[in-house]
């Protein structure tokens, strides 16, 4: 049977009307600065008790509320002047509540193994975490303009902001462990609709060959997928290709737009050192579930049309129904972005919320500990050569072999 995949906690939704502040904003570093002398201060005092009792309701009295009070309060989620009271009230379910929000977890109110796990995560490593964090904000607020999308990788988050409010926030895909996305600060260039997937070298090496050798070349057909000797170069029959001994650089993979397409109906470009870009899916239903590490680097967008539009501010006329009627037509089209916002993909494990409270993700590429700020992180557990668990540049692809003699 299928293992079950776990339900998203975020949905994906305009919130202009919210007043709602950014995971990323010019005031960020100051208030996870603000945000770390108080855990210093929590960590001074010998940090939170640890929770062990969980089934409660409201009206429940018990001296087991007592921790579970004492540790919401520590973090200033509950009142510590009530936290000696045994009575578990709706103000402490509504605590529990804000405490899975601000962790990533589903806000059902119940301590469960997750939220459990998340509350006894020690004062220490937290602040490990925020001073982790530190660097990164410093650098990610650099120069921050008045339109910018923040790509958050640990959050599986992305934002278009307005000045000091979320316009949209959108449900993301990311890279895997092994296949990890990288950090990038730079602008938005074009946008391409119903566009080729030239597939990368390492999928085509992880993927698409093991693919062919499994079930025969019928399957690049099904994909739309045709390969060429070189960029741009003649069209190469896939049958008269030796499978067994291809080199995944050998020829250049090139998928048509339509359904099957890898990158659906849209692509999003910009500069960057790690041939990365933002765009569509056929496979919209992963949108849904939880750990949405699943791709190879680049990020796939929810509901990506509304990012779109909105990164286009009603360029040459363009809105929701043209953007819609491009994605049916399937032709191909590329806008060159006139006044294009930023764009940031960032590593953000800790960051301060604008009441005070610090927002805390999974460490998934277990970078942490290792100065990571911008750059390409390596595959979880390896190693640049330089020892660093990161490089700030790709070495340069190797050139396609010259085409093989015939016997």
Request: proline share 8%; charged share 25%; aromatic share 10%.
């Amino acid at each position: 049977m299928a293992k079950k995949l776990a339900k998203a906690v975020t949905e994906t939704e305009i919130v202009a009307d919210r007043d709602e502040r950014p995971m990323l904003s010019p005031s960020s570093d100051g208030a996870l600065r603000d945000a770390a002398s108080r855990y210093e201060d929590i960590v001074a005092r010998g940090g939170w008790p640890v929770v062990t009792k969980t089934r409660f309701k409201v009206g429940t009295e018990s001296n087991d509320v007592i921790p579970l009070k004492r540790r919401l309060a520590a973090e200033g989620y509950y009142p510590s002047q009530y936290a000696d009271n045994p009575l578990y009230t709706e103000n402490v379910d509504q605590a529990i509540r804000q405490f899975q929000i601000d962790h990533g977890l589903e806000a059902n109110g119940w301590i469960d193994k997750a939220t459990l796990t998340e509350m006894n995560i020690p004062a220490e490593r937290r602040l490990a975490a925020i001073r982790a964090n530190l660097p990164r904000l410093a650098e990610y607020t650099k120069d921050l303009g008045p339109r910018y999308v923040v790509v958050n990788i640990p959050a599986l988050q992305l934002e278009a902001v307005d000045g000091t409010k979320v316009f949209s926030r959108h449900n993301i895909i990311v890279g895997k462990p092994d296949r990890p996305s990288p950090v990038v600060m730079t602008k938005f260039s074009d946008i391409n609709f119903n566009p080729y997937w030239n597939a990368p070298v390492s999928i085509v090496e992880k993927d698409i060959i093991p693919e062919v050798r499994h079930k025969g070349t019928r399957v690049l057909k099904q994909m739309g997928i045709r390969i060429f000797d070189g960029f741009n170069g003649p069209e190469v029959d896939p049958d008269i290709v030796d499978w067994d001994t291809l080199a995944a650089n050998r020829y250049f993979f090139r998928q048509d737009p339509g359904e099957e397409n890898a990158m659906a109906a849209v692509k999003i470009n910009f500069p960057s050192p790690f041939g990365v870009y933002m765009h569509d899916t056929p496979t919209r239903f992963l949108f849904t579930t939880g750990a949405r590490y699943l791709s190879s680097g680049c990020v796939r967008v929810d509901k990506i049309p509304i990012l779109v539009n909105w990164i286009l501010n009603g360029q040459d006329g363009w809105n929701l129904r043209r953007i819609a009627d491009m994605a049916k037509s399937e032709e191909r089209l590329d806008v060159k972005l006139v006044d294009p916002p930023q764009i940031r993909w960032v590593y953000l494990t800790a960051w301060a919320s604008p009441g005070g409270r610090v927002n805390f993700r999974r460490d998934i590429y277990d970078l942490d500990a290792s100065g990571f700020v911008v750059g390409q992180p390596t595959p979880v557990g390896e190693y640049a050569d330089d020892g660093q668990r990161f490089v700030l540049r790709l070495p340069p692809k190797p050139a396609l072999v010259a085409a093989a003699k015939s016997d």
